[in-house]
């Protein structure tokens, strides 16, 4: 099957960064697409950014400026580059890929365990 490793959440202060990394392994045909949400504490899972094999990007209006996301195909991962940090950018990070696994034709849908970043004011 499919894993989704997250690596790279932590605590930092307001105004600070983080980097996540998100490696996918397993019997992966291709990637359609890979991104991450978050979920902070009582609220639901909210898309975070998005980057689709040979398209744009997309964020969330609430990290455009601050969050890139960006791709390395050859190594199936997908990175967040997070700065400009707020405490209310305070949730567990999930990263999400769609792909079709070796062999197959249909798309699958995947997630990570997560991983806690927190950022104190």
């Known amino acids: 099957q499919v894993q989704l490793v997250e690596s790279g959440g932590g605590q930092v202060q307001s105004g600070g960064s983080l980097r996540l990394s998100c490696a996918a392994s397993?019997?992966?045909?291709?990637?359609?697409?890979m991104g991450w949400y978050r979920q902070a504490p009582g609220k639901q899972r909210e898309l975070v950014a998005t980057?689709?094999?040979?398209?744009?990007?997309s964020y969330a209006d609430s990290v455009k400026g601050r969050f890139t996301i960006s791709r390395d195909n050859a190594k199936n991962t997908v990175y967040l580059e997070m700065n400009s940090l707020k405490p209310e950018d305070t949730a567990v990070y999930y990263c999400h890929s769609i792909l079709v696994l070796r062999g197959e034709v249909v798309s699958r849908s995947y997630w990570g365990q997560g991983t806690q970043v927190t950022v104190s004011s």
């Open positions: 397993g019997s992966i045909g291709a990637i359609n697409r």
């Open positions: 980057v689709p094999s040979g398209g744009s990007t």
